[in-house]
C-alpha cells in the first residue's frame, strides 16, 4: 500500500487536483494529478482523516443494512413493497413468470439477476407510466416523455424540456411511494427548483409526501441488488 488507509490510488496526467472519495464499499478513493509527490497526497491524506472515517462509517451502516443477494431458490425479492420468493423450473413457459412468485426458467439460472432487472424494467414503464398520465391529467401538467432508467442515487429526474426519468428499482417499493416520485418530478413542470411553492404544489398532490420521503430514506438500502 502506498498510502496507509487508502485501499485506491489513481494517478492521471489530465487531473489538476486531489480529490478523496468513499465509494459503495466503503474503500477510499484518491485521485491525483501524476506529478504529484506521494509525500504530498500522504499529507493531505492525512489532514483529512477524520472526514474519512465519519464518511466510510456511514458508508459501512449502509451497506450492513443492504441485504447479500446470491440469486438463489427461495431468495426473496420486492415487488410493490411486498416480499415474493425466487423459484427456478424446468417447465416455464417464459424465461420468467411472476405469479405469486419469480419463477424463472432452470436454463436462465445463471442468468437470475439480468431476468429480474429485465422483468422490473418492463414492469416499471408500464406502471410508472400509468402513473404519470394518472397525475398530469389531474393537475393539468404537461410532460415530454416518460423513461425508466438504471440510476441508484436518484428516483426520477426532470429535463427542461419536460423529459421525465424513473429508477426502475421503484416498482419494488409500495405505490404510494412510486406515486410520490411521480407527484415530485411533475412537480417540477412548474418550479424548476425546491422552492417552498414547489414543495407546496407537491404536497397538493400527495398530502402525506413527508412519509413517503422518510420511507425512501430508511427503506432505499432495501432496493439495491
Ligand atoms: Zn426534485
Same mark, same amino acid.
Given at each position: 500500500? %502506498?498510502?496507509? $488507509?487508502?485501499?485506491?490510488?489513481?494517478?492521471?496526467?489530465?487531473?489538476?487536483?486531489?480529490?478523496?472519495?468513499i465509494?459503495?464499499? #466503503?474503500?477510499?478513493?484518491?485521485? #491525483? &494529478?501524476? #506529478?504529484?509527490?506521494?509525500?504530498?497526497i500522504?499529507? !493531505?491524506?492525512d489532514?483529512?482523516?477524520?472526514?474519512?472515517?465519519?464518511?466510510?462509517?456511514?458508508?459501512r451502516?449502509?451497506?450492513?443494512?443492504?441485504?447479500?443477494?446470491n440469486?438463489?431458490?427461495?431468495?426473496?425479492?420486492?415487488?410493490?413493497? /411486498?416480499?415474493?420468493?425466487?423459484?427456478?423450473?424446468?417447465? *416455464?413457459?417464459? &424465461?420468467?413468470?411472476?405469479?405469486?412468485?419469480?419463477?424463472?426458467?432452470?436454463?436462465?439460472?445463471?442468468?437470475?439477476r @439480468?431476468? =429480474?432487472? $429485465?422483468?422490473?424494467?418492463?414492469?416499471?414503464?408500464?406502471?410508472? $407510466?400509468e402513473?404519470?398520465?394518472?397525475y398530469?391529467? #389531474?393537475?393539468?401538467?404537461? +410532460?415530454?416523455g416518460?423513461?425508466?432508467?438504471?440510476?441508484?442515487?436518484?428516483?426520477?429526474?426532470?429535463t427542461?424540456? $419536460?423529459?421525465?426519468?424513473? *429508477?426502475?428499482?421503484?416498482?419494488m417499493?409500495?405505490?404510494r411511494?412510486?406515486? +410520490?416520485?411521480?407527484?415530485?418530478?411533475?412537480?417540477?413542470?412548474?418550479?424548476?427548483?425546491?422552492?417552498?411553492a !414547489?414543495?407546496? =404544489?407537491v %404536497?397538493?398532490?400527495?398530502p402525506? +409526501?413527508?412519509? @413517503?420521503? /422518510?420511507?425512501l430514506?430508511?427503506n432505499?438500502?432495501?432496493?439495491?441488488?
Amino acid at each position: 500500500m %502506498e498510502i496507509e $488507509g487508502v485501499d485506491i490510488l489513481v494517478r492521471s496526467p489530465e487531473r489538476r487536483t486531489l480529490c478523496i472519495m468513499i465509494d459503495r464499499d #466503503a474503500r477510499v478513493c484518491v485521485r #491525483a &494529478p501524476s #506529478a504529484m509527490p506521494l509525500d504530498t497526497i500522504r499529507r !493531505f491524506v492525512d489532514s483529512r482523516r477524520q472526514w474519512i472515517e465519519t464518511r466510510r462509517q456511514a458508508v459501512r451502516e449502509r451497506l450492513a443494512r443492504t441485504p447479500v443477494r446470491n440469486f438463489t431458490e427461495g431468495e426473496s425479492f420486492l415487488f410493490k413493497g /411486498q416480499p415474493y420468493p425466487l423459484r427456478f423450473t424446468p417447465d *416455464s413457459p417464459a &424465461p420468467i413468470v411472476f405469479d405469486r412468485a419469480f419463477i424463472i426458467h432452470e436454463r436462465y439460472r445463471r442468468k437470475a439477476r @439480468q431476468m =429480474l432487472v $429485465g422483468w422490473y424494467e418492463m414492469k416499471a414503464e408500464q406502471m410508472i $407510466g400509468e402513473r404519470v398520465k394518472v397525475y398530469a391529467d #389531474a393537475f393539468d401538467i404537461d +410532460y415530454a416523455g416518460v423513461k425508466v432508467r438504471d440510476t441508484r442515487s436518484q428516483w426520477g429526474s426532470c429535463t427542461i424540456d $419536460g423529459r421525465l426519468s424513473f *429508477s426502475w428499482r421503484l416498482v419494488m417499493c409500495p405505490t404510494r411511494i412510486i406515486d +410520490y416520485v411521480v407527484a415530485h418530478e411533475l412537480a417540477h413542470r412548474r418550479h424548476m427548483n425546491h422552492s417552498q411553492a !414547489f414543495w407546496l =404544489l407537491v %404536497e397538493k398532490m400527495r398530502p402525506d +409526501y413527508k412519509e @413517503q420521503q /422518510q420511507w425512501l430514506k430508511e427503506n432505499s438500502p432495501l432496493l439495491r441488488f
